[in-house]
Nanobody
């Protein structure tokens, strides 16, 4: 069964940090760019970061630049999203997705082939 599983979410105070993980099973992530998305209640899903298949290229949404860092360990078949300086507006369900390409080419939903179930991140004091 092909699937992506996110983990690492939780409740954190403003200014705190989390590291989200996206682990693949049933297929290898080596050939896929991986994107992280988030969806807050009542809002559309938005792309926040992407990393190319070999990790050479990374992209970030303006709202998270300087605070989020995406990385991958293909040997572990896992992609990570380090989230620092968390703000209440970062509260959302975070999803990872495998692109249809080895390269990052935006955050159009239809450009991603496999999706995880999401992990909740709540930023609150």
């Amino acid at each position: 069964q092909l699937q992506l599983v996110e983990s690492g979410g939780g409740l954190v105070q403003p200014g705190g940090s989390l590291r989200l993980s996206c682990a693949a099973s049933g297929f290898t992530l080596d050939y896929y760019a991986i994107g992280w998305f988030r969806q807050a209640p009542g809002k559309e899903r938005e792309g926040v970061s992407c990393i190319s298949s070999r990790g050479v290229t990374t992209n970030y949404a303006d709202s998270v630049k300087g605070r989020f860092t995406i990385s991958r360990d293909n040997a572990k078949n896992t992609v990570y999203l380090q989230i620092n300086s968390l703000k209440p507006e970062d509260t959302a369900v975070y999803y990872c997705a495998a692109s249809r390409s080895a390269y990052c080419s935006g955050y159009a939903i239809q450009g991603y082939r496999y999706w995880g179930q999401g992990t909740q991140v709540t930023v609150s004091s």
